[in-house]
T-cell receptor, first 112, second 114 residues
Framework: GENVEQHPSTLSVQEGDSAVIKCTYSDSASNYFPWYKQELGKRPQLIIDIRSNVGEKKDQRIAVTLNKTAKHFSLHITETQPEDSAVYFCAASTRGNTPLVFGKGTRLSVIA | DTAVSQTPKYLVTQMGNDKSIKCEQNLGHDTMYWYKQDSKKFLKIMFSYNNKELIINETVPNRFSPKSPDKAHLNLHINSLELGDSAVYFC?????????????FGPGTRLLVL
C-alpha cells in the first residue's frame, strides 16, 4: 500500500521568510495530493491540492509542486505570517476506493 | 450551517465502558470516514462508508463498530474502552469514494479514557 513520508517534523521560520515542507510517496499510481492545515485544537482543513497531471499550483502565498518521476511533492509558503503557525499534513491517494494516506505532519512555527 | 458536525465534543470515561460518537454531514456527500488522531498528531483512517455501505476497514479492533443509518450520518460505537483509545476522533466526508476526492473534516471528538 501507499506510504507517505513527510519532512521536517518541526519547522521554525521568522515572519516574512519562506517555509518549505516536503513529502515523498511510494505508490506510483497515486494521483491526488492534498495538503491540510490543522490549527491547535481545530480540525484539519484543505489548503491546496494537486493532481498528477499538473506540476505546480499556486494560491496566493501558497504553492505546491509535484515531481512524479521522483515521487515527491512540496508545499511552499511565502511571506509567512504568525497565523500560518499550525501543523501541516500532506496526503496521497489513488483512484478507486483507496483511502487518503497522510504524512505524519509538520509543526510550523512562525516567529514574529 | 455547519458542514460536518460531531457530538460530543469531549468525552471522558472509565476503562471498560461503552460509548458512542455521532457524525452528521449536510453537504450531500456520499462518503463518510472516521479517523483517529493520536497524541503525536498522526491521522489514521479507521473506516469509510459509501452510501451506507462499508468500503474501508483498516485493521481496527472489533471493539469499534461503525454504523451508517443513512448517507448523511456515520456513528462510531466503542465497546470496552481501553486507555489506548484516548485520542481525537475525526469524522470526514467527501462527494464520492474515489481517492481523488476532497475530504471535509468535522471538529473532532476528544476522548479521554481513565
Amino acid at each position: 500500500g501507499e506510504n507517505v513520508e513527510q519532512h521536517p517534523s518541526t519547522l521554525s521560520v521568522q515572519e516574512g521568510d519562506s517555509a518549505v515542507i516536503k513529502c515523498t510517496y511510494s505508490d506510483s499510481a497515486s494521483n491526488y495530493f492534498p495538503w491540510y492545515k490543522q490549527e491547535l485544537g481545530k480540525r484539519p482543513q484543505l489548503i491546496i491540492d494537486i493532481r498528477s497531471n499538473v506540476g505546480e499550483k499556486k494560491d496566493q502565498r501558497i504553492a505546491v509542486t509535484l515531481n512524479k518521476t521522483a515521487k515527491h511533492f512540496s508545499l511552499h509558503i511565502t511571506e509567512t505570517q504568525p497565523e500560518d503557525s499550525a501543523v501541516y499534513f500532506c496526503a496521497a491517494s489513488t483512484r478507486g476506493n483507496t483511502p487518503l494516506v497522510f504524512g505524519k505532519g509538520t509543526r510550523l512555527s512562525v516567529i514574529a | 450551517d455547519t458542514a460536518v458536525s460531531q457530538t460530543p465534543k469531549y468525552l471522558v470515561t472509565q476503562m471498560g465502558n461503552d460509548k458512542s460518537i455521532k457524525c452528521e454531514q449536510n453537504l450531500g456527500h456520499d462518503t463518510m470516514y472516521w479517523y483517529k488522531q493520536d497524541s503525536k498528531k498522526f491521522l489514521k483512517i479507521m473506516f469509510s462508508y459509501n452510501n451506507k455501505e462499508l468500503i474501508i476497514n483498516e485493521t481496527v479492533p472489533n471493539r469499534f463498530s461503525p454504523k451508517s443509518p443513512d448517507k448523511a450520518h456515520l456513528n462510531l460505537h466503542i465497546n470496552s474502552l481501553e486507555l489506548g483509545d484516548s485520542a481525537v476522533y475525526f469524522c470526514a466526508s467527501s462527494h464520492g469514494a474515489g481517492g481523488g476526492e476532497t475530504q471535509y473534516f468535522g471538529p473532532g471528538t476528544r476522548l479521554l479514557v481513565l
